[in-house]
Structure formats: structure tokens, C-alpha cells
């Protein structure tokens, strides 16, 4: 192990002095044709944050017509692939609100292309279509190789509180399985929830993490909101309850959002990560941005195609 620290110290020595990054950045990411527009603004903001250290932009398939994956297929350093069907309704809409908002098999899919993307690299930063890279991820995916994961918390208070949002079916069939001091620890009040939709995985989280959850894939129910959550129909969070009894399980560190050290070689690097367009500022790497395409003027435009642009 000491020898190994070592080759990897110079690695990293040898290829910063040439100016180039340690390793390549690959990214996990799912879209379907009605968030076609901003899975657009997300690869436009990593080409041109993070275009010179990109292994691959991997993006799966929820649902594209033919044109949108002609026109990914194009796109430089970007591949598209189609999600293992774990369950036959995996990616089935699914209404989860009394407002009328449909999701694709309650974000069961998650763990599902998560473990494909793993099966294809050593390490992955999931992130959802809805967001946007404004600086490059060298030390991102430099501290999910050395630490082997980066996990963030959900926003703090009641509503991210894993005790308000835990479905029984989740209680009954996988906390209750658990240690006592791990029960109590899922339902504590100081529990929260993490963001399901930014997580730095390596291959090291396999066994423990991602596989569990990608077996649980095939029980759609566990996904559901069934309305026996504490704060009722609509407010469960599906994958985001399952993903954080794991985290907290394992005992994993969980950033808090917002401003965070970043540890990476025993140096604690300053970050900003948020969702509110309000506290961003020059230090800020990932813009949690949702429908937010219009941020600076949008990224869309920073793509770059193989041959004549689209």
C-alpha cells in the first residue's frame, strides 16, 4: 500500500509538471427527451470547463427520440448508452405527486446506470442533466479516486430530515434489518438526506454501496412513494431515502452543500457547490441549476461536434 501512494504521488508529480491532469474525467449522466435542453447546457458547460482532462461523458438513455441520439452521437468525447432493464418498468412514467408530476420508475434506474457506468471506468462523477460545471473538476475527481467517493448533503432542516421522507416498505424491509445503532441512526432527527443526483463513485463503493441499491432496482416498491412517509404523499424521495440509509450505514462523509475543503492529498481544497443562483460567486464549480439554462448566457453553445455543427 505505502508503494502504491508513492507511485500514485508521482504520477500525479510527473503529470502536472507536464500540464496535464492526473487522470481523465468521466461522467455519468441520464436524460430523456423532455430534459433534452439541459442535459444540452450541462455537456456544453463541461466542454468548456473541463473539455481538455475528458475521458468520456457517458449518457443514458431514458428515453430520446431518434434525432436527440443522432445528435448526441456527434458530440465530441460523448457516448450514449441504453439502461439494463432490471425491472420491466424501470423506466415506466410513474405519477409521485398530487400535482401530476411523473417520474420514470421512481428514479429506480439510478443505481442501475450507476453500476454500468463502473462497469466501463474506475470512477464516475453521477450527475443529473440539471446542473452546470463552471470551473474544471481536476480536484473532484482527483479526491473520488483517492478517497474512493465524494457524497453531498441535500439542503438541512426538516424537509431533508431521511426520517421525514422514509417510506415503511424501506423501514420495514431494510432498516429494520439493520443493527440497532444503525436504525437509530437512519431515524434520528440530525439525519439528513444526501443529493442523490451528485455523487463522485469509484469502483470501491461497488460491494457495499452501489450493488445493494442496484439489486434493489428490481422491487420497484422500495422506489415508491406510497404515501406512508411522514410528511405524506409527495414529499417521499425514492432513490435519494435508499441511497442515504447506505451512506449513513458505511459511516461515509457527507459534505455539506455550499461552501466545503475538498481533501485531497492531505490538503483541504476550497469549493463552492449550490443550487441557489444567489450565493454563487467566482469559486463556484457546480451550479446546481435545474431548468436554469439561461446562467451566463447558457453553455448549449460551447458543444463541440464531429464535423459540421448541428
Given at each position: 500500500?505505502?508503494?502504491?501512494?508513492?507511485?500514485?504521488?508521482?504520477?500525479?508529480?510527473?503529470?502536472?509538471?507536464?500540464?496535464?491532469?492526473?487522470?481523465?474525467?468521466?461522467?455519468?449522466?441520464?436524460?430523456?427527451?423532455?430534459?433534452?435542453?439541459?442535459?444540452?447546457?450541462l455537456i456544453g458547460s463541461i466542454h468548456k470547463e473541463d473539455f481538455k482532462d475528458l475521458g468520456?461523458?457517458?449518457?443514458?438513455?431514458?428515453?430520446?427520440?431518434?434525432?436527440?441520439?443522432?445528435?448526441?452521437?456527434?458530440?465530441?468525447?460523448?457516448?450514449?448508452?441504453?439502461?439494463?432493464?432490471?425491472?420491466?418498468?424501470?423506466?415506466?412514467?410513474?405519477?409521485?405527486?398530487?400535482?401530476?408530476?411523473?417520474?420514470?420508475?421512481?428514479?429506480?434506474?439510478?443505481?442501475?446506470?450507476?453500476?454500468?457506468?463502473?462497469?466501463?471506468?474506475?470512477?464516475?462523477?453521477?450527475?443529473?442533466?440539471?446542473?452546470?460545471?463552471?470551473?474544471?473538476?481536476?480536484?473532484?475527481?482527483?479526491?473520488?479516486?483517492?478517497?474512493?467517493?465524494?457524497?453531498?448533503?441535500?439542503?438541512?432542516?426538516?424537509?431533508?430530515?431521511?426520517?421525514?421522507?422514509?417510506?415503511?416498505?424501506?423501514?420495514?424491509?431494510?432498516?429494520?434489518?439493520?443493527?440497532?445503532?444503525?436504525?437509530?441512526?437512519?431515524?434520528?432527527?440530525?439525519?439528513?438526506?444526501?443529493?442523490?443526483?451528485?455523487?463522485?463513485?469509484?469502483?470501491?463503493?461497488?460491494?457495499?454501496?452501489?450493488?445493494?441499491?442496484?439489486?434493489?432496482?428490481?422491487?420497484?416498491?422500495?422506489?415508491?412513494?406510497?404515501?406512508?412517509?411522514?410528511?405524506?404523499?409527495?414529499?417521499?424521495?425514492?432513490?435519494?431515502?435508499?441511497?442515504?440509509?447506505?451512506?449513513?450505514?458505511?459511516?461515509?462523509?457527507?459534505?455539506?452543500?455550499?461552501?466545503?475543503?475538498?481533501?485531497?492529498?492531505?490538503?483541504?481544497?476550497?469549493?463552492?457547490?449550490?443550487?441557489?443562483?444567489?450565493?454563487?460567486?467566482?469559486?463556484?464549480?457546480?451550479?446546481?441549476?435545474?431548468?436554469?439554462?439561461?446562467?451566463?448566457?447558457?453553455?448549449?453553445?460551447?458543444?463541440?461536434?464531429?464535423?459540421?455543427?448541428?
Amino acid at each position: 500500500m505505502k508503494f502504491y501512494n508513492l507511485f500514485v504521488c508521482f504520477r500525479i508529480f510527473v503529470f502536472m509538471s507536464l500540464g496535464i491532469s492526473a487522470i481523465p474525467h468521466y461522467y455519468c449522466i441520464p436524460a430523456d427527451a423532455k430534459h433534452f435542453h439541459i442535459l444540452k447546457n450541462l455537456i456544453g458547460s463541461i466542454h468548456k470547463e473541463d473539455f481538455k482532462d475528458l475521458g468520456e461523458i457517458a449518457i443514458f438513455d431514458l428515453g430520446f427520440n431518434q434525432v436527440q441520439r443522432s445528435e448526441l452521437a456527434r458530440m465530441e468525447k460523448v457516448k450514449v448508452y441504453d439502461v439494463e432493464m432490471t425491472h420491466p418498468d424501470l423506466l415506466r412514467p410513474f405519477q409521485t405527486h398530487l400535482n401530476g408530476r411523473r417520474v420514470r420508475g421512481f428514479f429506480a434506474w439510478k443505481p442501475v446506470i450507476i453500476k454500468q457506468a463502473l462497469d466501463k471506468f474506475p470512477y464516475i462523477l453521477y450527475i443529473d442533466a440539471g446542473s452546470t460545471i463552471l470551473k474544471s473538476l481536476d480536484d473532484f475527481f482527483e479526491h473520488i479516486e483517492e478517497h474512493g467517493y465524494f457524497l453531498l448533503s441535500g439542503t438541512k432542516g426538516a424537509i431533508g430530515c431521511q426520517v421525514n421522507r422514509i417510506t415503511k416498505p424501506v423501514v420495514d424491509r431494510i432498516v429494520k434489518k439493520r443493527p440497532v445503532a444503525e436504525q437509530m441512526l437512519i431515524l434520528s432527527e440530525n439525519s439528513y438526506q444526501i443529493d442523490a443526483g451528485l455523487q463522485g463513485l469509484s469502483r470501491k463503493m461497488l460491494d457495499n454501496y452501489v450493488m445493494p441499491m442496484y439489486q434493489h432496482s428490481k422491487e420497484l416498491d422500495l422506489f415508491e412513494d406510497d404515501g406512508t412517509a411522514k410528511f405524506g404523499y409527495g414529499e417521499g424521495r425514492h432513490d435519494q431515502t435508499l441511497f442515504t440509509v447506505y451512506a449513513l450505514c458505511l459511516k461515509l462523509h457527507i459534505y455539506d452543500e455550499g461552501w466545503l475543503n475538498l481533501s485531497i492529498r492531505g490538503k483541504a481544497i476550497p469549493v463552492h457547490i449550490h443550487w441557489d443562483k444567489k450565493t454563487l460567486n467566482e469559486n463556484t464549480v457546480i451550479y446546481r441549476s435545474r431548468h436554469d439554462i439561461k446562467f451566463q448566457g447558457g453553455k448549449t453553445k460551447f458543444i463541440k461536434y464531429n464535423g459540421r455543427r448541428i
